[in-house]
């Protein structure tokens, strides 16, 4: 099977095989890897993407945790990886929609009324509210405005 551009762009953000822990070809080897926990490197590589530590700390893991999971050489948990998983799929997504990873930072980060004035990246803190975003984009892509 060959890797969607949206789960290869969200390998990426997540630091690819370094950050992730494994090399991700299939939806399949990403539900193993958030399953194995991703290494600390992931939240590096997000936050080189544009993830906030703000943002980190509310919708990944506690400054913290984070700073001795990396002191002793630990991974991230399940539900960890899988809320950095969440932000790297919705960030990927959010670039395929706007065509630029500017534009779409500047909408991931923006209160909007479709959302009930909140900031998309507010409402992915949970699987529910990362499929209303999603479903949003998809709107967008489809030319609904938002």
Do not use: Y
Not at 39 to 60: C, H, K, N, P
Request: net charge positive; no cysteine.
């Amino acid at each position: 099977m060959d890797v969607t551009p949206s789960l290869a762009a969200a390998a990426v953000r997540l630091g690819g095989g370094a950050g992730i822990g494994i090399e991700v070809r299939s939806d399949a080897d990403m539900a193993r890897a958030v399953a194995a926990g991703f290494t600390v490197q992931a939240i590096d590589a997000l936050r080189q993407s544009g993830v906030t530590d703000r943002e980190v700390a509310a919708l990944i893991i506690k400054p913290r945790t984070l700073s001795h999971r990396r002191a002793n050489g630990g991974r991230l948990t399940v539900d960890e990886s899988d809320r950095a998983a969440r932000a790297a799929r919705t960030m990927a997504l959010a670039e395929r929609t706007f065509g630029n990873r500017d534009k779409a930072g500047r909408w991931l980060h923006r209160n909007l009324a479709a959302l009930g004035g909140r900031a998309p990246m507010d409402l992915i803190r949970t699987d529910a509210g990362a499929r209303v975003v999603e479903n949003l984009l998809a709107g967008i892509s489809w030319g609904a405005a938002a």
